[in-house]
């Protein structure tokens, strides 16, 4: 799950970290009143769960009130990497004299917990690590707490100056433990010409599976950030993507699903989405899946595509027949089930006029002939 | 032969009282495996599936002599059951949980490096070594002794590749379902190895999908070490990246997480990469009958 700066900013506080004055503006108002509060320039930061603002122009600097009335119409609203921004952050702009990349994440390959710094901080982060890997330092936290002095030697050149960013560092690491985070970023961590540090940016994500501890973080979630689509799919258990596309595709698992809209492009189809209906055998998960599907536009034929582990077969095949029922379905639909009660799957579905198929391969052929037909 | 498990391995089952626990005992019963017990707290003295019931994993490996275990208990729990298998004395682990907090996992595999232990998994359907011993929730049926080592990182898929194997002729000597979680215990190239020494795996499958730089790994290990054919699949060329934030784990990375990236780097290392799961046979029987020659 992602938060926004400002929420990251808040949580950096509670940990206190610094972090640069600032407040939500939902008007202009509320932003001229900030700004002459604190004084000029200010920032307006756009609230949106991507990365890339800065680059997209939703980070604007102001220096008078008319250059924030011309950078709150402008951000406000925008189309961000397709999030529509609702939310304007306003900060007192600092006086920057350096930026620093801090960082921590896990590392899969080393299955830790790694923190990254660097002294290239800013927007250019990532070809810098590409460019320059000499230029980014990591450490393994591994079972012992890290000495982050010695870490941050080759980023820091004066001996403060690491003194501080060690106790930042040391600060995220707690709060990353504390709260099951998957990342944290602070991109730029600024040197102010007056030699204080500040976290410029605030970016956290937290893990999915451990949201049942953190009751206080799960309610940080924006779901206006989400397809609304994809949010009703979580809420039936099921996982569910939404691409651009003209075959829907039902399928049990999420390697199996990935694959099956892999073959159909291959094959020259369009696959309008994933959606892994899980390992259980609920027939109204195979309902609610057709409710999400069936509603896009752009939907030409749906495609189910079962192997019976944990999942039967013929408890698919009940929900489809249910959905038939419930559901005003006009468009072909080609099923293919195999495994856990496979023949008692088969049977319900012919008794019903519904044709199955045993081959991935021929149900796939099948369903990107009938698009190519249509 | 096989790798990691056999007709003689003899395994406990932790949350075997649970309703999935309980079912796939009796799933790997039928299968043949030598299940000799299972483990939940509170219920020691009773029985399941007609096999003993333990408070602790410890007790029952010294009851039975138990040299693996597979873990069914909720995500909440699975961090301790792991802990507390790793200090039992069984060698091996599956763990088919999902939703275990990576948080937890990135402890628990700690303490299963120290102790040397082989933990596969979580999240994932298991491993079998057809025909002699099944650990997981994979359908038996689909499998047949056999030549072909398959490791997999994804669970339904990889009984669409195992299936598409089995109708061709194609047996395995052992299926490997690693897991889909970012951290796992074991990898790609710690099977590879094993495979690689078993002489009787013929050829190797791999399935892999986007996400991480474990294909990449596992490219570099068989370019240097492994002389059996390599096939593979990579699921996931059209699924839309992450909506991402932040830049960390790009710059851990790189751009290797994607499926076109993986593919290229199995294709240097000399590996087969399929577009289709339904080619791995057909491809599998020519690169060994290429070997035999």
Redesign the interface.
């Known amino acids: 799950m ?1 938060i926004h700066e400002y929420q990251a900013a808040e949580l950096f506080k509670q940990y206190n970290i610094p972090v640069p004055e600032s407040a939500l503006a939902a008007n202009l108002e509320e932003a001229i009143s900030f700004a002459e509060k604190t004084g000029f320039p200010v920032v307006l930061k756009a609230q949106v ?3 890339g603002r800065g680059k997209a122009g939703g980070i604007k600097k102001a220096n008078n009130i008319q250059e924030l009335k011309d950078a709150f119409d402008k951000i406000m609203g925008m189309d961000i ?1 397709g999030f529509k921004v609702k939310k304007l952050l306003i900060v007192k702009a600092l006086e920057i004299a350096k930026e620093i ?1 801090l ?7 080393s ?4 923190c ?1 710094a660097s002294s290239q901080g800013g927007v250019d ?2 070809d810098t ?2 460019k320059f890997p000499d230029k ?1 330092f ?1 450490l393994y936290i591994g ?1 012992h707490n890290p000495e982050f002095t010695d870490f941050l030697k080759p980023v820091f050149d004066k001996t403060e100056d690491r003194v501080i960013a060690a106790q930042v560092l040391s600060k995220l690491l707690k709060l990353f ?1 504390e709260n ?1 985070c ?2 944290i ?1 602070i ?1 730029p961590f600024v040197k102010e010409k007056n030699g204080t540090y500040t976290a410029a940016d605030a ?1 956290i ?1 937290f ?1 999915d ?2 949201l ?2 953190h009751p206080g973080i799960s309610a940080l979630r924006d779901l206006e950030m989400e397809d609304a689509d994809e949010v009703l799919a979580r809420d039936c258990g099921l996982s569910f ?1 939404k ?1 651009e596309g003209e075959i829907g595709c039902i ?6 699903a ?2 099956t ?6 094959l020259g189809g369009k ?1 309008l989405n ?1 959606l892994d209906v899980g ?1 259980s055998s609920n027939p109204g998960k195979v309902i609610n899946a057709f409710k999400i599907i069936i509603k896009n536009p752009g939907l030409k034929a749906i495609l189910i595509n079962i ?5 039967r077969c013929d408890d698919v095949a009940n929900g489809l027949i249910e959905a038939y029922n419930q559901l005003k379905i006009d468009i072909p639909i080609v099923v293919r089930l ?3 009660n496979e023949a008692r799957a088969k049977e319900l579905l012919s008794e019903k006029g519904i044709n199955t198929y045993t ?3 021929e149900a796939v052929e099948k369903v990107v002939g009938l698009q190519g037909n249509l | 032969m096989s790798i990691l498990i056999n007709e003689n391995t003899k395994v406990l089952v932790q949350g075997i009282t649970g309703r ?1 626990g309980l079912f796939h005992t009796g799933q790997m019963l039928e299968y043949g495996t030598k299940v000799v017990g299972g483990v939940t707290p509170g219920k020691g003295g009773q029985s399941a599936c007609g096999l003993p019931v333990f408070n602790k994993m410890k007790e029952a490996v010294e009851a039975t002599g138990a040299d693996a275990s597979v873990i069914f208990v909720p ?2 729990y699975a961090k301790d059951a792991v802990m507390e298998a790793s200090y039992s004395g069984v060698k091996i682990i599956v763990c088919i949980t999902e ?8 402890e628990a ?2 303490i299963i490096k120290e102790k040397g232990i082989t933990l596969i998994g979580p999240n994932c ?1 298991g491993m079998i070594s057809p025909g002699k011993c099944k650990i997981g ?3 038996g049926r ?1 499998h047949a002794p056999g030549n072909i080592g398959v490791i ?9 590749v195992v ?1 598409n194997l089995t109708i061709n002729g194609l047996g395995q000597s052992t299926c490997v379902g690693i897991g ?1 979680d ?3 215990g074991t ?1 790609f190239i710690d099977l590879l190895n094993l495979f690689m020494n078993d002489k009787d795996t013929k050829g190797i499958v791999i ?1 892999g ?6 294909e990449q ?1 596992a490219g570099e290990y068989i370019k240097s070490s492994v002389r059996k054919p390599v096939v593979a ?1 990579i ?6 990246m992450d ?12 751009k290797n997480n994607t ?1 076109g990236a993986k593919t290229e780097a199995l294709k240097a290392a000399g590996v087969s990469v399929v ?4 080619e791995i046979p057909g491809v599998m029987k020519e690169l060994i009958n290429l070997k035999m020659r």
């Not at chain 1, 960082?103 to 390959?109: E, F, K, Q």
């Not at chain 1, 299955?111 to 790694?114: E, F, M």
């Not at chain 1, 192997?307 to 999942?311: A, D, L, P, S």
């Not at chain 2, 939703?99 to 990135?106: A, R, S, T, V």
């Open positions: 992602n769960l991507t990365g990497k990349y960082g921590i994440t896990t590392d899969n390959l299955g830790d917990i790694v990254i982060i990532e690590a590409q980014i990591k079972a433990k099951d998957t990342l970023e991109n970016k994500n893990d599976n451990a049942f501890r993507v691409l399928v049990n698992g999420a390697g199996l990935m694959a809209m892999d073959v159909i492009k291959n696959p994933f390992g192997f019976g582990g944990i999942t195999t495994g856990t081959s991935m391969k | 999935d995500a909440f939703g275990i907090p990576l948080l937890d996992m990135i595999i700690k359907p929730i994979m359908p689909i997999s990182r994804s669970g339904t898929l990889t009984y669409e299936y889909g970012p951290v796992i990898r399935v999908e986007i996400g991480g730089q474990d790994a699949f699921a996931g060329k059209t699924a839309p909506k991402r934030m932040g830049h960390a784990g790009a710059i851990i990375s790189g499926a577009d289709f799961p339904w």
